[in-house]
């Protein structure tokens, strides 16, 4: 049964829909239905509107042919489908890199319309978007990854480094190399305090 809408569902729960999906294939699509939206969310703000619907889209299909693979005692579901996003998202780095060098050349009065042209406002006051921007074109790959699965999905630092399947180690030292940079960038100002640390499930 789908979640309500604003219902986190649980660890255990979205598991047992993947493992029940394995017999059931239509099952899967109460996964689909959970968390689409906040996918397609995260990839918008990344790449913009105009591929988020078929990356999103690719994230399932792709999650769909491998959920005999997903292995709930790895993490929960949520951070898996993050991680096939991300990845997919690493397919398109130039055009992410040129999308930021974009926005940081906005101006505080320029467009401000869906959310591909607001990433800024989920980690930082409107005022300085386009020095954001700017700082997020020039992170590393890696860096950037780990620091926009937190201020853009959410993800707690135990959820990023299951999502990366990566030490949580590495997230922690990758978010700290992020955060400095964007310090120097926007002259002090911390735009990602208020995420530190924060975890889900």
Do not use: C
Request: charged residues 30%; aromatic residues 8%.
């Amino acid at each position: 049964m789908t979640a309500p809408p604003g219902v986190v569902s649980t660890h255990d729960d979205d598991a047992a829909v993947i493992e029940r999906s394995w017999h059931e294939p239509d099952r899967f699509a109460e996964i689909y239905d959970r968390y689409f939206a906040e996918i397609y969310r995260y990839v918008a703000a990344r790449l913009g509107r105009d591929v988020a619907d078929d990356i999103a889209a690719e994230t399932f299909y792709a999650a769909f042919r491998r959920r005999d693979r997903f292995d709930p005692a790895r993490g929960a579901v949520r951070p898996w489908l993050y991680g096939i996003a991300t990845n997919l998202v690493g397919q398109h780095r130039r055009d992410e890199s040129r999308r930021y060098a974009a926005l940081s050349r906005v101006g505080a009065d320029g467009p401000a319309g869906g959310h591909e042209d607001v990433v800024a406002a989920k980690v930082t006051a409107e005022g300085i978007r386009p020095q954001l921007a700017g700082a997020l074109a020039a992170l590393p790959d890696g860096d950037r990854d780990v620091l926009l699965l937190v201020a853009l999905g959410g993800l707690g630092y135990t959820e990023v480094a299951q999502a990366l399947e990566i030490p949580g180690g590495t997230v922690g030292s990758r978010m700290n190399r992020a955060r400095k940079k964007l310090r120097e960038a926007l002259g002090g100002t911390d735009p990602t305090h208020a995420h530190e640390g924060k975890s889900h499930g």
